[in-house]
C-alpha cells in the first residue's frame, strides 16, 4: 500500500498524559498537513510542513501540542497533558504541491479517547 | 459565519434519484475547489476537483459560481453506495477549509 498510513489507529489515554501519533506521507509527497476532527465536523486544519519545515500553525494549536517533520519524510504529532477536549479523529494528509493544482490524500487517522 | 458552509443534512434519497448539494464559501479569493466523500469512520477522499466551466464524472456534475462564491454538486442515479457525507473543500494559497458535510444516505 503506497498511500499514508497513520499509527496507532486508536489510542486510549488518561487526562495528563502525553501521547504521540505518527504519519507515513506518500513518498513523493512534499507537503504534509495534520487535522483534527469530531464528530459532525469537518476536518479542521492544525499545521502543515513543506519538506521538513513547518510552515504554518493554527491557532487551534495550543502549546501542549508540536508537531516535526525532522526529515522531510514522516511527521509526528505530539499532545502534552491531555485533556478531554483534545478527543477527535487526528488526520494526516500529504500532497504534491508543483503541478497545477494540489491535491491532498489522507491517512485513515488516528482516533484519540482522553479518559 | 464559517468560512465554508454546507446544508448537513441528513439527505435521504431511493435509489435512481437525483440529488443536490450546495455549499457557499466566504473568502472569494479562495482559488481551488473539491468535493471529498467521507465514510462513515473512515477518512475524507477526493471525489472530484471543481474546475470553473464545471465538469462531470460519470454520474457526478459540480458546478461553480465565482461571483456568487457557490459550488455544487449533483448526484445522478443514486446508488446504495453513494451513501456517505460529502465535504466542501475550498482552497486558498493551499490551505484547505472544510465544510462540516453533508449527509446522503441512498435506501433501496
Known amino acids: 500500500d503506497t498511500g499514508v498510513s497513520q499509527n496507532p489507529r486508536h489510542k486510549i489515554t488518561k487526562r495528563g498524559q502525553n501521547v504521540t501519533f505518527r504519519c507515513d506521507p506518500i513518498?513523493?509527497?512534499?507537503?504534509l498537513y495534520w487535522y483534527r476532527q469530531t464528530l459532525g465536523q469537518g476536518p479542521e486544519f492544525l499545521t502543515y510542513f513543506q519538506n521538513e519545515a513547518q510552515l504554518e500553525k493554527s491557532r487551534l494549536l495550543s502549546d501542549r501540542f508540536s508537531a516535526e517533520r525532522p526529515k522531510g519524510s514522516f511527521s509526528t504529532l505530539e499532545i502534552q497533558r491531555t485533556e478531554q477536549g483534545d478527543s477527535a479523529m487526528y488526520l494526516c494528509?500529504?500532497?504534491?504541491?508543483?503541478?497545477?493544482?494540489?491535491?491532498?490524500?489522507f491517512g485513515p487517522g488516528t482516533r484519540l479517547l482522553v479518559l | 459565519r464559517k468560512e465554508v458552509e454546507q446544508d448537513p443534512g441528513p439527505f435521504n434519497v431511493p435509489e435512481g434519484a437525483t440529488v443536490a448539494f450546495n455549499c457557499t464559501y466566504s473568502n472569494s479569493a479562495s482559488q481551488s475547489f473539491f468535493w471529498y466523500r467521507q465514510d462513515c469512520r473512515k477518512e475524507p477522499k477526493l471525489l472530484m476537483s471543481v474546475y470553473s466551466s464545471g465538469n462531470e464524472d460519470g454520474r457526478f456534475t459540480a458546478q461553480l459560481n465565482r461571483a456568487s462564491q457557490y459550488i455544487s454538486l449533483l448526484i445522478r442515479d443514486s446508488k446504495l453506495s453513494d451513501s456517505a457525507t460529502y465535504l466542501c473543500?475550498?482552497?486558498?494559497?493551499?490551505?484547505?477549509?472544510f465544510g462540516a458535510g453533508t449527509r446522503l444516505t441512498v435506501k433501496p
Open positions: 473543500v475550498v482552497s486558498h494559497n493551499n490551505d484547505m477549509r
Open positions: 494528509a500529504s500532497s504534491w504541491v508543483g503541478g497545477a493544482k494540489e491535491t491532498q490524500y
Open positions: 513518498s513523493e509527497h512534499n507537503r
